[in-house]
């Protein structure tokens, strides 16, 4: 009768660390159901307004909610660069990234997302049709 006791009493801890486990997994996907519920919702909103002017030379044409990845295109007006101000694509696209990276990571519900495997991806061209940058962001620091 002393053996079944002392093996209960070494289940119960074992069985409560479990379920606290299982807890915190269900409330993180919880959370993260929630979060991708809310980004649908927003991508949707936005996506009724575009075009729409993000600054004096970058513009929003499209936005596309997936369960795995918001995507989203910008047109971007090379004759409003300031004068004397050159970019090839490559300082473009690494200039872009960065912001989107910092916009992205600090913002704790986007950050969550991609820390659970959501993907951010951002398609920028010229008024012609160029392409100036195209990446996707996978990891928040």
């Not at 919702?41 to 997936?66: G, H, N, R, Y």
């Amino acid at each position: 009768m002393k053996s079944i006791f002392l093996m209960l009493s070494l289940m119960l801890p074992v069985t409560l660390l479990s379920s606290s486990a299982s807890l915190a997994q269900s409330e993180d996907a919880a959370t993260f159901s929630y979060d991708l519920m809310s980004l649908k919702v927003q991508a949707k909103a936005l996506k009724s307004k575009l075009p729409e002017k993000v600054d004096d030379m970058t513009t929003m044409v499209d936005v596309k909610f997936e369960p795995t990845e918001l995507t989203q295109w910008y047109v971007v007006d090379l004759s409003k660069l300031p004068v004397g101000k050159m970019f090839g694509q490559r300082e473009v696209e690494q200039e872009a990234q960065q912001e989107m990276q910092q916009k992205v990571c600090s913002n704790p519900r986007s950050a969550r997302l991609v820390n659970q495997g959501y993907r951010y991806t951002y398609h920028y061209a010229d008024k012609e049709g160029a392409s100036l940058a195209d990446f996707t962001i996978t990891t928040c620091p």
